[in-house]
C-alpha cells in the first residue's frame, strides 16, 4: 500500500512561484508518480481531477498542455515527489494531489476519476490572484 502526503501549497500573484512536494511511502515498486489537480466551479464530476505531470522509473517526464513550459517535476531519492510552478496564473488555482499508480501516464492531460487511481494524498490548495 502506497501513502503520499502533500505539502506547499499557498497563495501567490500571477506571475509567481511555488514548490510542492510529496512524501511517498509503501510499496511503491511499478508505479508511476505524478500530480493531478482539481478546480472548483467545473462541470466535471465531483471527483474528478486532471492529471498535470507524471515522471516514469527511467526520469522520463511528461506534461499536459497547460502547464508545459512553466511546471516541472522531478523526484530525489528519499521518497520525495515535487512540482516546481512558475509563471503561475488564476486558472492554475486548485487543489493539487500527487498519485501513484502503474498506469498514471495515460491520465496526463486527461480527467481521471479518483477511484480509478491507486493512491492518493490528501492534496494542498493553490490559490493564485490576479
Known amino acids: 500500500q502506497v501513502q503520499m502526503a502533500e505539502s506547499g501549497g499557498g497563495s501567490v500573484q500571477a506571475g509567481g512561484s511555488l514548490r510542492l512536494a510529496c512524501v511517498v511511502s509503501g510499496h511503491t515498486t511499478n508505479y508511476v508518480m505524478g500530480w493531478f489537480r482539481k478546480t472548483d466551479g467545473t462541470e466535471r464530476e465531483e471527483d474528478e481531477r486532471?492529471?498535470?505531470?507524471?515522471?516514469?522509473?527511467?526520469?522520463?517526464t511528461y506534461y499536459s498542455d497547460s502547464v508545459k513550459g512553466r511546471f516541472t517535476i522531478s523526484r530525489d531519492n528519499k521518497n520525495t515527489l515535487y512540482l516546481q510552478m512558475n509563471s503561475l496564473k488564476p486558472e492554475d488555482t486548485a487543489m493539487y494531489f500527487c498519485a501513484a499508480d502503474p498506469n498514471l501516464r495515460q491520465w496526463v492531460g486527461h480527467f481521471v476519476s479518483r477511484p480509478a487511481v491507486a493512491a492518493w494524498g490528501q492534496g494542498t490548495l493553490v490559490t493564485v490572484s490576479s
Open positions: 486532471e492529471g498535470v505531470a507524471v515522471i516514469l522509473d527511467d526520469g522520463r
